[in-house]
């Protein structure tokens, strides 16, 4: 089992900063890419940023400039740090990781897997 647990969310005036925490857990080889995404009210879920293994990011356009997506292989964690939060980043925030993880009998295999959200709000 893995499980993928996000903090650091909470309420925030325009302008100000977040930084969220994605903690990966249990039975796990290896993670490969690791992303956030986010989903406001009424709109789809959508990709905020991402990072591979090595460390090669991408971010929305949206975001750019403002929100710097970081890992720590060594502990299984990623982060996000948002800058000049707007009102329009308010959404339930959502880290997502491709795991190598192992089935019963110690086979190794991939799976993706998602944490339970963590809510941002930015006022203005």
């Known amino acids: 089992q893995v499980q993928l647990v996000e903090s650091g969310g909470g309420l925030v005036q325009a302008g100000g900063s977040l930084r969220l925490s994605c903690a990966a857990s249990?039975?796990?080889?290896?993670?490969?890419?690791m992303g956030w995404y986010r989903q406001a009210p009424g709109k789809q879920r959508e990709l905020v940023a991402s990072i591979t293994r090595g460390g090669t990011t991408n971010y929305a356009d949206s975001v750019k400039g403002r929100f710097t997506v970081s890992r720590d292989n060594a502990k299984n964690t990623m982060f996000l740090q948002m800058n000049s939060l707007k009102p329009e980043d308010t959404a339930v925030y959502y880290c997502?990781?491709?795991?190598?993880?192992?089935?019963?009998?110690?086979?190794?295999?991939?799976?993706?897997?998602w944490g339970q959200g963590t809510q941002v709000t930015v006022s203005s």
């Open positions: 997502n990781a491709a795991v190598i993880t192992y089935d019963a009998l110690n086979r190794p295999y991939g799976d993706d897997y």
């Open positions: 249990g039975t796990i080889f290896s993670i490969n890419a």
